[in-house]
């Protein structure tokens, strides 16, 4: 692409766009606004700056949907899923890319985990329950992390496979003829050399557990390892159509995530790029 | 490569289970955890299943019967169908949009693509709340609408029938445009500036450049954003659950709302029915969907 120096001027064009840019996510910036109000003031002027700034919505939405708690309910479910998933997803793409013999069992077994891409995840859900309370995982985060794992298994595997197999053997069979064994040279030479797509996977995987509803919907019924997501869902309940209350809980929720993308957007746009580019 | 015929046990241990190996810890969890619920998910859809006891009865193709005889159901899966085709058709054509817009020398461009972005990370049930506000009987759309035409609008569109099934649609859309925006972004990127300005050269007007020239080389993109929306919206739960739970009346009941609702309800070899028509449904869907646009990037 070209570089011009005319462009630093907005053309009438690029305003129009920025305009309805703007329009599109007004929703997200109301709700900054309104939950700083009063329902009175909500009502009467949605669209204006709070007269006075209540900060008292933050402070009891924080304690009432119990957000260090839910919090960290989610951080650690979050946390497990990823880490142990990255880590799995990428030890078995490199096996299934690399194995030397016994091709036509590899291919069954990669089919196997491309499967999931076409299952609708509600379809494990029915049985899920009482599996897990027969295995003593009920109502535990790592319970409901190792359900993310498997369900999230065939993206994951996916994402890396077709990355690995661009990857030159050439560096791998130099470490084989040194006496490497496959998990020394997954280990010491293809997993840094993946740190680029297993970070994108990793961003990806964090925000496809953390934001999901319903597994801990599901799973985990009792209120002390409520998820942010289930936390809002229920704070609702509690406060039926104070609006700025519930405004300054979806504020505090959304929050982290913010961060998160503010971080991250540039894994999580290449991530999602990448795979339109492949197709 | 070795010959599948000559293998001796130490190419077995060699070539083989090293590799093997590396595959089962992901394998094993992978089974434990989705496979083996999917399945007994089928065969449970065959049961009496309440979720707990496991002396359940096999009842044959009673729960499929009684399920396509269910009006809910069979309107579940009108809904499904209608909510499926508005959210492909909407999220791709505006998101296209969106795309060829920002596929300029703006000096916005990264700002816009990334605010536009926005809604697709934030958890559904957070959009799902901002947007029964601006639909509810006191919201934003009210409000404006009131203001626009200077007399009182006081409708809720989630509780209307005839309008929530469209005001939800628009909120699934409005989440997953700057996604598919993402997608056909990427793909713009990737088409030779020279062949655009060749045919401007040629003095193609800007409506036959789009037809004969980008939108054919946007095939790949359009095969991935479409297959995303087809799959995303004939399962969507979170949304619907979250405006309007099904209702009113049954007016937004999807397949993937029923089935849980039945859960919530005990009956489980009934939910596990409904999810494994929702199965076929989806595998049918994406397969024909895929043919067509697969087709259409060979014809290139």
């Known amino acids: 692409m070209k570089k011009n120096n005319r462009k630093k001027i907005l053309s009438v064009q690029e305003i129009v766009i920025i305009v309805i840019v703007m329009l599109m996510i007004t929703p997200l910036f109301l709700v900054l606004l309104n939950s700083l109000k009063t329902e009175g003031e909500l009502i009467l002027s949605p669209l204006s700056l709070p007269q006075k700034v209540r900060w008292e919505n933050y402070r009891q939405a924080f304690s009432n949907m119990g957000y260090i708690r839910s919090f960290t309910n989610t951080f650690k479910m979050t946390f497990y899923a990823t880490a142990i998933g990255v880590f799995l997803y990428s030890m078995a793409a490199y096996g299934l890319v690399r194995a030397k013999s016994g091709k036509r069992f590899f291919s069954a077994m990669t089919f196997l985990f491309f499967l999931t891409l076409a299952v609708p995840p509600q379809l494990s859900l029915v049985p899920l329950s009482s599996f897990l ?9 790592l319970g409901v992390s190792l359900v993310f794992i498997g369900v999230n298994a065939g993206f994951g595997v996916f994402l890396l496979f077709s990355f690995i197999s661009t990857v030159p053997i050439a560096l791998e069979e130099a470490a084989e003829i040194d006496g490497c064994t496959p998990l020394q040279i997954f280990w010491h030479i293809v997993l840094p050399l993946m740190r680029a797509p297993v970070t994108t996977l990793a961003v990806l995987l964090s925000l496809r557990v953390w934001n999901n509803f319903l597994y801990p919907l599901i799973l985990l019924s009792g209120k002390e390892s409520r998820t942010l997501p ?10 039926y159509e104070n609006w ?9 929720a959304i929050f982290p995530l913010l961060i998160f993308y503010f971080f991250m957007q540039r894994r999580i746009i290449s991530g999602i790029s990448d795979g339109a580019v492949k197709g | 490569m070795n010959n599948i015929t000559t293998l001796s046990k130490l190419t077995i241990k060699r070539d083989f289970l090293p590799y093997f190996w590396l595959i089962v810890p992901a394998l094993l969890v992978y089974l434990t955890f989705f496979l083996y619920p999917v399945m007994s998910s089928f065969l449970y859809s065959f049961t009496n299943f309440n979720g707990f006891n496991l002396n359940y009865d096999f009842r044959g193709l009673k729960n499929y019967k009684v399920l396509f005889g269910d009006p809910v159901f069979r309107q579940s899966i009108t809904h499904t169908f209608v909510f499926g085709i508005l959210v492909v058709v909407f999220q791709n054509l505006i998101a296209l949009f969106f795309a060829i817009a920002l596929n300029k020398n703006f000096v ?3 700002l816009l693509r990334t605010l536009l972005f926005m809604p697709v990370m934030i958890s559904p049930v957070i959009v799902g709340y901002i947007w029964q506000f601006i639909y509810s009987t006191n919201g934003l759309l009210n409000y404006l609408l009131s203001n626009m035409f200077n007399r009182s609008f006081h409708v809720n569109y989630l509780s209307d029938g005839r309008t929530a099934l469209i005001a939800v649609v628009i909120t699934h859309v409005w989440i997953w445009i700057g996604y598919s925006a993402t997608i056909y972004l990427a793909n713009l990127q990737n088409i030779s500036s020279e062949l655009i300005e060749n045919a401007d050269l040629e003095g193609c007007s800007s409506w036959n450049r789009f037809r004969y020239i980008i939108w054919p ?8 954003s479409v297959s995303l929306s087809v799959g995303g919206s004939l399962r969507v739960f979170d949304i619907i659950y979250v405006m309007t739970g099904g209702g009113p009346g049954y007016a ?14 005990n009956y489980f070899g009934y939910a596990a029915s409904s999810a494994v028509v929702l199965l076929i449904l989806v595998l049918l869907a994406t397969f024909i ?3 067509y646009l697969r087709g259409r990037e060979i014809d290139l």
């Open chain 2, 289 to 291: 969907i895929n043919r």
């Open chain 1, 244 to 252: 700025p209350l519930l405004f300054a809980a979806l504020v505090l």
């Open chain 2, 108 to 110: 916005s461009k990264n």
């Open chain 1, 230 to 239: 289930l936390s809002v869902f229920f704070f609702k309940g509690a406060d």
């Open chain 2, 252 to 265: 937004t009941e999807t397949i993937a709302t029923f089935m849980v609702k039945a859960m919530q309800k």
């Open chain 2, 217 to 224: 080389l946007l095939a790949p993109a359009t095969t991935v």
């Open chain 1, 133 to 141: 309370s027969r295995i003593h995982l009920h109502e535990s985060h």
